[in-house]
């Protein structure tokens, strides 16, 4: 017995394992030397400890205690269990222990005998994997198409959410079983052709599908599907209401595609792609017309059929807020108009956009950029007629100093910013800008004021409207002689919109822009 006991010893004190004995008051009575090594501990420093709270990290301990006084109390005598071990450096590693319950010679359980390997590699790997496969779930489950695979048996052995959606059915109610069993009489179909060909022939196909649901309703639905080493994968896309929007816009195409196709503003009818949060994230052009291509630049073949983030790369990073707005209104059904500028094509656009039917957008657009480039010149000019008017005003306040003070001040501080927005349209004098033809392109609020004109009526007039008639022949000379000379000031009659007349001075000046030559007219009433 002596000479068993003391082979026993030399094996547990060699094995090249990490192996240690603690007694049921949880104290280490041995340890080899493996796992002195391991540990960073001599026997002497291990032995005599209690092995929970020496060595095993304090945010598993007790579970630790828990598990090994189970398995005290119980009567399975081989027990695995995974503990995260301290060493003497304070490093954390995690060992799965083989353990057996130790007897003492009338049968009382006295403690374990434990043998350990190092598993800290495999669990971190283990767990890796485990969130690499949390992530993959959740994006397949996120997707907008669906994703299945088939097995050899025609069985389902992985569907996502978007596929147990498609199929009007629960994940559970089509794992494990056939499509046979799901969907009887599918084998007889034209689609189920496709899925035979591509398991036997392994060669992929995609095709449109109109499928049939057993209560009798229809779906359409767009299929990928591709051969794989368990059997088939298949993708599909729900496509009923492109599908419906398609047999609406076909029934109409008749009676309007002629208006269509000669209309002058760009039209793109779109289909919206959202998420599962309903947040906009794409469409896709359904039709355009020929005006679409001649203001974009763009092909009808790059573009139809396409996402617009295949079609014009960029979007959705230029101008997110394109979609937003498409999005609301393919969600809400009601009418919006802006205008953007498009940073990818470098255009200013005016648009109207309407929805034809639910998660669809049509959207009607001008090429603005001109006038937001004229707009933008006006306002330089305006900006520098508004800086001398105020120096104007200046030379005035210093005649009335100390009567103008206060008012001044009150300005400044209140009304600074309005003051150079708006001067134009708060000087006595009436002020044109006309074209060296004569045409209005803008007047301020005095001229209105002075001929009875609005605004918008002024910038469908030209000059001559403001002449007698038997002065009108002598216009040309006039404006001949403002563009060769600059400067004139000459006195005339003018006519109101009520046909009345007014004597006036009228005070011209030449000026460039990057959009051609431009004269400005300033006209002051003569009183009898």
Not at 352 to 372: H, L, N
Request: aromatic share 10%.
């Amino acid at each position: 017995m002596k000479t068993q006991n003391n082979f026993a010893q030399m094996f547990f004190d060699s094995a090249d394992a990490f192996m240690i004995a603690i007694g049921s008051d949880e104290i280490v009575t041995d340890v080899n030397k493996k796992a002195c090594e391991i540990l960073g501990y001599s026997r002497e420093e291990i032995k005599g400890k209690n092995w929970f709270d020496s060595f095993l990290s304090k945010a598993k301990r007790e579970d630790a205690r828990r598990f090994f006084h189970d398995m005290l109390s119980g009567a399975l005598r081989h027990v695995h269990s995974d503990y995260l071990v301290i060493t003497k450096q304070g490093e954390e590693r995690i060992f799965s222990f083989h353990n057996i319950l130790v007897s003492d010679e009338k049968g009382n359980i006295i403690g374990t005998l434990s043998s350990a390997d190092e598993v800290t590699k495999l669990r971190q790997k283990e767990k890796a994997l485990k969130e690499v496969e949390n992530r993959l779930q959740t994006s397949l489950d996120s997707m907008i198409e669906g994703y299945q695979i088939i097995d050899y048996d025609w069985r389902y052995v992985y569907v996502n959410v978007e596929a147990a959606k498609q199929g009007r059915k629960t994940k559970e109610e089509l794992l494990g079983y056939t499509m046979m069993q799901v969907y009887p009489g599918i084998e007889n179909t034209e689609v189920f052709g496709y899925l035979r060909r591509c398991m036997t022939d392994r060669t992929p196909h995609q095709l449109e599908n109109e499928f049939r649901f057993p209560d009798g309703s229809k779906g359409w639905f767009e299929l990928r599907v591709e051969p794989i080493p368990t059997g088939i994968l298949i993708f599909s896309l729900d496509i009923t209401e492109r599908k419906k929007a398609e047999d609406a816009l076909r029934k109409s195409e008749g009676e309007y595609s002629s208006l269509f196709v000669n209309m002058m503003d760009g039209f793109a009818y779109c289909q919206m792609i959202f998420d599962e949060k309903d947040k906009p994230i794409d469409f896709i052009y359904l039709q355009i017309n020929d005006a679409f291509e001649r203001i974009t630049g763009l092909k009808r073949e790059n573009v139809v059929g396409k996402k617009v983030t295949e079609a014009i790369p960029g979007t959705e990073k230029a101008n997110p807020e394109l979609f937003d707005i498409y999005g609301r209104v393919a969600l809400t059904g009601k009418n919006e108009k802006f205008e953007i500028f498009f940073k990818p094509l470098n255009l200013w656009l005016y648009v109207s956009v309407y929805c034809p039917m639910k998660g669809y957008f049509a959207a009607i657009f001008v090429d603005i950029t001109e006038r937001k480039e004229i707009e933008a010149e006006l306002n330089k000019y305006r900006y520098r007629l508004e800086e001398v008017v105020a120096q104007r005003t200046a030379q005035c306040a210093k005649t009335n100093e100390e009567l103008n003070r206060e008012i001044n001040e009150h300005q400044k501080m209140e009304e600074g910013l309005k003051l150079r927005v708006t001067i134009l349209d708060n000087v006595r004098e009436a002020i044109f800008l006309v074209n060296t033809k004569g045409d209005f392109a803008y007047a301020n609020q005095a001229a209105s004021k002075a001929y009875g004109y609005s605004l918008d009526e002024f910038l469908n007039m030209n000059i001559r409207s403001l002449m007698q008639p038997q002065d009108v022949h002598s216009i040309e000379s006039l404006l001949r002689n403002i563009v060769e000379k600059a400067l004139i000031s000459p006195e005339m009659v003018h006519v109101r919109k009520d046909k009345s007349l007014m004597s006036v001075r009228v005070h011209t000046s030449l000026v460039k822009t990057l959009h051609g030559r431009f004269i400005v007219v300033a006209v002051r009433e003569i009183s009898d």
